[in-house]
């Protein structure tokens, strides 16, 4: 999809059809050869016109996380859930997260259904390739790494006995 045009225009099938399995044959890729990705499912309820697919990460502050991708009209839209609303400690819980968002690139930290933390970003659909996907998949990976345990400390301190 080099056309500069197609960012002007809504995508036709046929180029949705191109993303969509350039996104397919990455996840099966990376998942033969990177040992973070550890499972890819299809979402067979993806809405209509919608394109997603579940990819499972293995962590180590976090031990495992879901990687949602669902591929729209003209974006490519990524999130994954972090953990619950705080506990307590409210205010230094969001000070903290609002605060590693300004460090963060491509994605960022947002309150979903329940008060729950998500990491979330898109990227048009246009410019997707190998290379942005796999920085998709480091970002994220990194950024629910580095942030998820001192976030953890904050806000649930009392059952680390803080």
Not at 21 to 35: C, V, Y
Not at 106 to 119: H, N, P, T, W, Y
């Amino acid at each position: 999809m080099d056309d500069p045009a197609a960012e002007l225009r809504p995508p036709t099938t046929d180029e949705l059809d191109a993303v969509e399995a350039l996104i397919e044959a990455w996840l099966h890729r990376t998942l033969d050869e990177n040992p973070l990705l550890v499972a890819v499912e299809r979402d067979a309820d993806a809405g209509p016109g919608d394109r997603r697919w579940f990819a499972r990460l293995a962590g180590e502050e976090k031990d495992t996380f879901t990687l949602r991708l669902t591929l729209r009209q003209r974006m490519l839209h990524y999130e994954t859930y972090v953990m619950p609303g705080p506990e307590e400690d409210h205010a230094r819980f969001f000070e903290y997260l609002l605060a590693r968002n300004r460090q963060l690139v491509g994605v960022s930290f947002c309150l979903g259904e329940e008060d729950a933390v998500f990491l979330v970003g898109a990227v048009p659909a246009a410019t997707l390739d190998d290379r942005g996907l796999d920085r998709i998949l480091g970002t994220v990976w990194a950024s629910v790494e580095r942030c998820f345990r001192p976030a953890l400390l904050i806000g649930f301190a009392s059952r680390f006995g803080n």
